[in-house]
């Protein structure tokens, strides 16, 4: 992103003002003032955090996420030039350790799918009974799809895994439609305030599948953000560890459909191996002509730590494992 200097001038002063503000009204008891920046004027995050003074410091907005501005190269010896961005970020350590082009907005392609499962696990419930409509059906040619038809019933518990593991368009649609009340735009409309609420503000969705669309962005630092979130879901971690997934799902017609899905990353199916010491626990992975071959993972070292990659925009699906390996023999 590009600013000027008056911008960085007028930053500074916003800011000054609010602290001000704070110190006549905040401490005294006579007001409250929540406020929070998530990027600063050059498009890194910031950390500033000011509100609702009751007597205890306030906790500011990054106290548990990896904060830092610009390129972060470590020694040098990372080659990672077939990809446009990508981040390995130390979660429990709070630690970026390489990160290249972090904020640069780009196509997410299926990794947006981690939003649409982000929304539905804080909004919905695993047993509820998704109703498919005609808002399922899919123009686009050569997206994936797992065949549901108007009419057709599943649970959430079975949508999301059959969304994260085969990234399932239309499922994607059966979980935005229900859940926004019979309104797709109504529950994209939630997976943009989601991601304005974690300070993910380089990003903005226009569909809860990710096939492309000039106003659909994000950054790799935002990925990082919302899957920083995800990972706080035991059913998020349980599915995008599992290799497989086996189902029957009623048609309109109350019959049977049984339907059988294998997860599309490469390192859980094992036509990918990740370098020693290091065990992915598991991730998503997007693939579109805009996007290129993206991935973002969740893996542990050799003593349990965790840490959150991301890969955006590689040439080729070698290329893309072959970066990602890049990044996990650094933690």
Do not use: W
């Amino acid at each position: 992103m590009k600013c000027t200097s008056k911008r960085k001038v007028l930053h500074q002063i916003i800011v000054a003002g609010l602290l001000s503000f704070l110190l006549i009204f905040g401490i005294t008891g006579c007001g409250q003032l929540d406020y929070s920046v998530a990027y600063g004027s050059d498009g890194a995050p910031s950390t500033v955090s000011i509100g609702g003074y009751s007597g205890t410091r306030t906790e500011t907005f990054a106290k548990d996420l990896c904060v830092y501005e610009g390129d972060v190269l470590g020694d040098g010896t990372l080659d990672l030039t077939q990809c446009e961005s990508a981040v390995l970020c130390d979660v429990n350590n709070k630690d970026v350790i390489y990160s290249k082009n972090a904020f640069e907005q780009l196509y997410p392609a299926s990794l947006t799918k981690i939003m649409t499962a982000l929304v539905a696990l804080k909004y919905g419930d695993m047993e509820q009974i998704l109703v498919a409509t005609d808002a399922v059906v899919v123009h686009e040619s050569g997206a994936q799809l797992a065949g549901i038809k108007p009419g057709d019933s599943m649970t959430l518990n079975q949508a999301l895994r059959i969304m994260l593991l085969y990234s399932a368009n239309d499922v994607s649609l059966l979980i935005a439609d229900n859940l926004g009340g019979g309104d797709v735009n109504r529950f994209v409309d939630m997976m943009n305030e989601e991601a304005k609420n974690l300070g993910a503000t380089g990003t903005h969705f226009m569909n809860p599948h990710g096939l492309s669309n000039p106003e659909h962005y994000t950054t790799a630092y935002d990925l990082y953000l919302i899957f920083n979130e995800c990972i706080k879901y035991e059913d998020f971690v349980e599915i995008i560890s599992m290799p497989s997934f086996e189902t029957t799902y009623k048609s309109m017609n109350g019959q049977d459909v049984h339907l059988q899905v294998n997860n599309t990353n490469g390192y859980i199916t094992g036509k990918h191996a990740a370098p020693v010491n290091t065990t992915v626990i598991g991730g998503k992975t997007g693939t579109t002509s805009a996007a290129g071959h993206c991935l973002i993972i969740l893996s542990k070292d050799i003593n349990g730590a965790p840490y959150i990659s991301v890969v955006l925009k590689s040439e080729s699906t070698d290329s893309l494992y072959n970066n990602m390996n890049s990044l996990l023999g650094n933690i």
